[in-house]
């Protein structure tokens, strides 16, 4: 067989509809388009989310609602369970923790939580560590050390203070 030789099956190729030719040829008068309305004019502009004068789903759907705060920080999160797979005596920073896979980012800030048990001393130096992990890492005889301590706030004892 070659490729002269091949043909279409029966009724792939069809005629084209030719409109407006007169009623006889089951497309005249209206052309297939109805009667009036935007759509049966020349040049139809509807817009894709037009529904027909209903409230268009993107202005039914909920739209920027809430508050973003811009100055968030996104912290790489590492256990306590996690710091006892460490080498023993050298000290945890984030450096160590993205050679040995805990972490994706080393230049990322690094909070330590207290997921775990920790049974080996190891001496911690990240940017954040939570009471629970403070707690186990000096239970097991290491150290820490935070880069970006709170800062103190003064809380209010409630007692209003009156002159005169």
Known sequence: MKLHELSS???????????????????????????????????????????GGQLPLSRRLPHKRGFVNIRRI??????????????VGA?????????AGLISDPDAPVKVLGDGDLTV???????????SAK???????GSFEEMWPKPATDAPTGESKKEG
Do not use: C, W
Request: without cysteine; charged residues 25%; glycine residues 12%.
């Open 135 to 141: 707690d186990k890492i000096t239970a097991a005889g």
């Open 91 to 99: 000290p945890i920073t984030a450096e160590t923790l993205a050679a």
């Open 9 to 51: 099956p029966s009724g792939a190729i069809r005629e084209r509809k030719r409109v407006g030719r007169g009623n006889g040829s089951g497309h005249g008068t209206y052309s297939g388009r109805g009667i009036k309305g935007e759509k049966a004019r020349t040049a139809p502009h509807i817009h894709p989310y037009f529904e």
């Open 74 to 87: 996104e912290y790489e999160v590492v256990n306590v369970a996690d710091l006892a797979r460490m080498p």
């Open 121 to 131: 001393p190891v001496h911690v130096r990240v940017h954040r560590l939570s009471q």
